[in-house]
C-alpha cells in the first residue's frame, strides 16, 4: 500500500507539472500574440480581431501620429508650390512677386530649396519640366552661340536666322538677306555706341542672338574707344570681352558730381552779426565716342541740364568743349586726360569806334584748362567713377605765344564724379556704326 501511495503520488506531481508547461505555453502564446498586435495595429498574429480593451488604450495616439505626418507632407507640398510660383515669376520678371512667393515657402519649410527637382511647374502645365538637365547639356549650353549656329545649320539646307511663329501675310524679317541684317544691327549700335540695345535685340530669337556677337561689330566698337591701341585681342578671349573687361568711360549717360561748402559773408552795420552763405554747385563731364568731351560747372541742378548734353551742338554758354584719352599707367590703373576750353565766339569788327582816334586793342588770349582723373568702379556698377587728380589752367597770349599755367589744388572741393545713365541719349540713332 505504501508503494502504490508513492507511486500515485509521483503520477498527481508529472500531471500537475505537464499542466502548468500547459498554461506557461498558453500565457507565452498571449504574449507573442499581445507583441505582434502592437507592432501591427489592428490585427493580431493568428489574425484574429485585437482585444477591444488594447485597441481602445492606443488607438487615440496612432491616430495623432498618422495626422500630424499627413499635415507635415501636406506643408511641403505648399511650400514646393509656392516655391515653383515663385521660379515662374522671377522667369517672368516679376521680382517683387517672386520675393513673395520665396518668404511664404521659406516660412513653411525653410529647407525647401533642397528638396525641389524642378520636374514640373506650380500651374502643370509643363513649363517647368526638363529644369534638371545633365552635365552633358550644361557643358553643350555653355556656349549659346555655337549651339545656336549648330541648330540652325542641321535646321534645313538654306539656312535662315529666324522663322515666323504664325503665317503673315507680309513680308517677315526672315526674308532680308543677311546683309540688310547686318547693316540694321548698325543703326542700332549707332555712332553713339548703344551696346546696350544691341543686347536687348539679342534677346528676340537665336538669329538675332547670332547677329548681335558678330565679331566685326565688336571690333569697329573697340576701334572706336581704344583706337589703334587695341590691334592685339590677347588676353581677351573675343573683342566683345574687350569691350566688357577692359577699362573705359561710358557714353548713355553723364558723370557728375555734387559740391557743397561754407561761405563767410559780410558783417552787419551794427556788428552784432555776420551771415553765412550754403554754396552748392554742380559739375558735368559728358564723353563721346570720337573723343570729345564737354564740361560744365554751374549751380543748376540735373533734372535742368542733363537734356542740354545731349548734343555738342548747345547753346549753353558755359560749357567747355575739348578732347579726351584714356592712359593705361604702369601700376594698372586707367586714367582720363582731357583738355577743354571755351567755345570761340567771333565778335565784330566796329571800324567806327575808332575813326577819328586811335587806341591800342587790349591783347588777346586763350585759356584752355587741363583736367586728369582715374577711372575706377564702386559698388555694382563698372566705369562709374572718377577721380580728380590734376586740374590746371593755361592762359596763352596769341601775339607773343607766351603761356601762363596755374595749377590749382585738389581738396575737398574736387568731389568724385559718379554716373548717371540718361536714356535720352541714346533714343535716337543719328547714323549708323
Request: glycine share 4%; hydrophobic share 35%; with cysteine.
Amino acid at each position: 500500500e505504501a508503494e502504490e501511495d508513492c507511486h500515485t503520488d509521483s503520477v498527481r506531481t508529472d500531471d500537475s507539472e505537464r499542466s502548468g508547461e500547459a498554461n506557461l505555453q498558453a500565457e507565452l502564446q498571449m504574449f507573442r500574440a499581445q507583441w505582434m498586435f502592437e507592432l501591427a495595429p489592428g490585427v493580431s498574429s493568428s489574425g484574429l480581431e485585437p482585444l477591444p480593451c488594447r485597441t481602445s488604450s492606443r488607438e487615440p495616439g496612432l491616430k495623432s501620429v498618422d495626422a500630424r505626418g499627413k499635415q507635415e507632407i501636406a506643408k511641403e507640398e505648399k511650400a514646393k508650390e509656392l516655391f515653383l510660383k515663385a521660379v515662374e515669376e522671377e522667369r517672368n520678371g516679376a521680382l517683387y512677386e517672386a520675393i513673395k512667393f520665396y518668404r511664404l515657402a521659406m516660412q513653411l519649410v525653410p529647407d525647401i530649396e533642397f528638396k525641389i527637382t524642378y520636374t514640373r511647374s506650380p500651374d502643370g502645365d509643363g513649363v517647368g519640366k526638363k529644369c534638371v538637365e545633365d552635365s552633358k547639356e550644361d557643358d553643350k549650353m555653355a556656349d549659346l552661340l555655337t549651339d545656336f549656329q549648330q541648330q540652325l545649320t542641321l535646321q534645313e539646307s538654306s539656312v535662315k536666322l529666324c522663322q515666323p511663329e504664325v503665317y503673315v501675310s507680309q513680308t517677315h524679317i526672315s526674308a532680308l538677306p543677311m546683309e540688310v541684317l547686318m547693316y540694321i544691327f548698325r543703326w542700332v549700335v549707332s555712332s553713339d555706341l548703344d551696346l546696350r540695345s544691341l543686347e536687348q535685340l539679342s534677346l528676340v530669337c537665336r538669329g538675332f542672338y547670332i547677329c548681335a556677337r558678330d565679331p566685326e561689330i565688336w571690333h569697329q566698337v573697340c576701334l572706336k574707344i581704344w583706337g589703334r591701341s587695341c590691334n592685339k585681342l590677347v588676353p581677351y578671349a573675343s573683342w566683345r570681352d574687350m569691350f566688357l573687361e577692359r577699362p573705359r568711360v561710358r557714353f548713355d549717360g553723364v558723370y557728375v558730381s555734387k559740391t557743397k561748402y561754407i561761405r563767410q559773408g559780410e558783417q552787419s552795420l551794427d556788428g552784432f552779426y555776420r551771415a553765412w552763405h550754403q554754396v552748392e554747385y554742380y559739375r558735368y563731364l559728358r564723353f563721346f565716342p570720337d573723343g570729345q568731351v564737354m564740361m560744365l560747372t554751374t549751380p543748376e541742378d540735373p533734372p535742368s541740364i542733363v537734356p542740354r548734353l545731349r548734343t555738342k551742338h548747345t547753346r549753353t554758354d558755359a560749357i567747355l568743349l575739348g578732347h579726351y584719352r584714356l592712359s593705361q599707367e604702369t601700376d594698372n590703373q586707367t586714367k582720363v586726360f582731357a583738355v577743354i576750353m571755351k567755345k570761340k565766339e567771333e565778335k565784330p569788327v566796329d571800324y567806327h569806334k575808332y575813326r577819328y582816334f586811335r587806341r591800342v586793342p587790349a591783347q588777346e588770349t586763350d585759356h584752355s584748362f587741363h583736367v586728369g582723373l582715374q577711372l575706377c568702379s564702386s559698388g555694382r556698377q563698372r566705369f562709374n567713377k572718377l577721380v580728380w587728380m590734376h586740374h590746371s589752367c593755361h592762359i596763352t597770349c596769341r601775339s607773343t605765344g607766351e603761356t601762363a599755367v596755374t595749377t590749382f589744388d585738389i581738396d575737398k572741393m574736387y568731389t568724385p564724379l559718379f554716373f548717371a545713365r540718361v536714356k535720352s541719349f541714346t533714343a535716337y540713332s543719328e547714323k549708323p556704326l
